[in-house]
């Protein structure tokens, strides 16, 4: 595994100290390993180029064991910035598209670029909207309602969904608020066997489908840093950073450390399953409270 990183990467230190712990699951968390490991920093300093409102972060693990794909059919249609639309499975690397971003309390649209692409086998919802457009996903799928995001399996008839359509980026001003058309859930079928699914992650976290405004994970092609893979590693293969707790106190001395925001979770949920099991989240809220 990558733990020790190359001159290549502008002079990166470690992220890890050498030694690698491998802990296999066992009870609820069978089929999973648990690679313990000693963090060299925890407290991460975000690049100055990056548009993000926060400088630091912290998380205290890497991959997650929630297992959310947000994966949908291959043939759902995604928006692409010249106006046109290709089919989901067949996206690549690269693939320029129309995602959102949210600033001031306002979403607006903005180009992307597909970042990964993987398929999962899972039993999937179909959903019957108003505007007659068709969605099939996962029930954690997620889709931006007018209130925020919903997961598939949450969604009646009824629910309203955002459904911009076709969009052209090259004219924002035309179209600075994604919630400015909605359309209605007509139907919910429920799933029944397990089909093909693929998702994508983007440089916003999401991208438009089938009309309406869709939800990616961002993190997995993290788990690529380590060379691991970001389908069945990123959600069996959790890196457990176990000295967090006691890295953050060092750091948060009066002498090394100013003030600042610190957000959490920007790689992965902090309180995701094996949160149970280590509280390596707690302490580190509890030493940030003192």
């Not at 007509?186 to 916003?204: C, H, K, M, N, S």
């Not at 967090?244 to 106190?249: I, S, T």
């Not at 090394?256 to 902090?270: E, K």
Request: net charge negative; glycine share 8%.
């Amino acid at each position: 595994m990558r733990w020790r990183l190359s001159e290549d990467d502008a002079g990166q230190g470690a992220l890890f100290e050498e030694e690698v712990e491998r802990h296999i699951g066992r009870g609820e968390f069978r089929g999973m390993e648990f690679l313990h490991v000693n963090a060299r920093t925890i407290i991460n300093e975000i690049p100055k180029a990056s548009m993000l409102p926060f400088r630091w972060t912290i998380n205290a693990y890497r991959g997650c064991s929630h297992a959310c794909s947000y994966c949908a059919a291959g043939e759902t249609e995604v928006l692409l910035v010249n106006g046109r639309s290709r089919a989901l499975a067949e996206l690549v690397v690269g693939d320029e598209i129309v995602g959102t971003r949210s600033r001031n309390d306002v979403r607006r649209f903005e180009p992307t670029h597909v970042l990964d692409h993987w398929s999962v086998r899972k039993p999937a919802y179909r959903l019957r909207l108003g505007n007659g457009a068709t969605i099939t996903a996962s029930g954690d799928h997620r889709l931006l309602g007018p209130t925020g995001w919903a997961s598939v399996s949450n969604l009646a008839a009824g629910d309203q969904l955002v459904a911009p359509g076709s969009v052209d980026v090259c004219r924002p001003q035309a179209h600075e608020n994604v919630h400015e058309a909605l359309t209605g859930v007509v139907a919910v079928e429920r799933p029944t066997d397990e089909i093909t699914l693929y998702d994508i992650t983007t440089g916003t976290g999401d991208f438009i489908a089938n009309g309406v405004v869709s939800h990616n994970c961002f993190a997995r092609p993290t788990h690529e840093y380590l060379d691991m893979n970001a389908g069945e590693d990123f959600e069996r293969k959790i890196v457990v950073k176990v000295n967090a707790v006691e890295r953050l106190k060092a750091e948060l001395s009066p002498a090394r450390w100013a003030g600042d925001h610190i957000a959490m979770g920007t790689n992965t949920d902090p309180y995701q399953r094996c949160e149970g099991k280590y509280r390596l989240t707690r302490g580190i809220v509890e030493v940030l409270a003192e």
